[in-house]
């Protein structure tokens, strides 16, 4: 199951209009900043300069997939994202969202992956570390909403540990069986779906009651296996 890492509040109140009638048009979301200086170019630049370098975000491309996959794949070793192959990035590149500097130096990520119009989910959203607490991750969430919001999405879901930012964007808390789809396509094939330690929350009409295979977050006990003695 996904986490979501932007751990930064957003830079100012957000006010969302999610499920309401807004301009279906998709925009990037630019942070004004005091004129100054351009910086050497540098691979990585230090967390200083992103107070002074502007912000936005904007539709992922094939060439952003190497700088995806390596992001995300910093985040998995302890499960804080699922592991997507490269293959699979780029198979599904026109879902991602980047953030980036005005200079185009990547900052961060995240993905709208759509069920059907009754429910969409954010996935593998993280920023680079250095990027806390400059707005990156809260422009990743504001750009994905007005993506939803323009395709008709009628509810969009996540699964994190951090449910106090997504609270700043008027996410709730929900039950995760609610979102039938997600359970079935990652829950019943994640190791931790009987211990899972993450919140489930949504923004929008919450999808009608489906009914799941029964007792599916029950460990199975087999009485053909044979138990070792230690």
């Known amino acids: 199951m996904a986490l979501s890492l932007v751990i930064e509040p957003p830079s100012q109140s957000f006010s969302s209009n999610f499920n309401h009638k807004a301009t279906p048009s998709f925009s990037p979301h630019l942070v004004s900043t005091p004129p100054v200086t351009p910086p050497q170019p540098r691979s990585t630049p230090p967390?200083?300069?992103?107070?002074?370098?502007?912000?936005?975000?904007?539709?992922?491309?094939?060439?952003?997939?190497?700088?995806?996959?390596?992001?995300?794949?910093s985040f998995c070793h302890d499960g804080t994202l699922l592991a997507r192959s490269y293959a699979e990035i780029c198979a599904n590149i026109r879902t991602f969202t980047v953030v980036e500097t005005e200079t185009h130096q990547f900052l961060g990520c995240a993905a709208l992956h759509v069920y059907g119009q009754h429910l969409a989910e954010i996935r593998s959203i993280a920023v680079r570390p250095e990027t806390k607490g400059h707005g990156a991750g809260g422009l990743l969430v504001q750009?994905?909403?007005?993506?939803?919001?323009?395709?008709?999405?009628?509810?969009?879901?996540?699964?994190?540990?951090?449910?106090?930012?997504?609270?700043?964007?008027?996410?709730?808390?929900?039950?995760?069986?609610?979102?039938?789809?997600?359970?079935?396509?990652d829950c019943t094939h994640c190791a931790r779906r009987n211990a899972c330690d993450e919140i489930a929350m949504a923004i929008g009409e919450l999808p009608e009651p489906r009914d799941l295979p029964k007792n599916l977050f029950q460990t199975q006990y087999h009485s053909d296996l044979v138990q070792l003695q230690l």
């Open 47 to 73: 967390r200083s300069e992103f107070k002074t370098n502007a912000m936005c975000t904007r539709r992922a491309e094939l060439q952003d997939a190497h700088a995806i996959h390596q992001l995300i794949k």
């Open 143 to 185: 750009a994905i909403l007005s993506r939803a919001e323009a395709e008709g999405i009628q509810c969009v879901c996540l699964f994190t540990r951090i449910p106090t930012f997504f609270e700043h964007f008027h996410f709730h808390v929900a039950e995760r069986l609610t979102f039938r789809d997600k359970v079935l396509k």
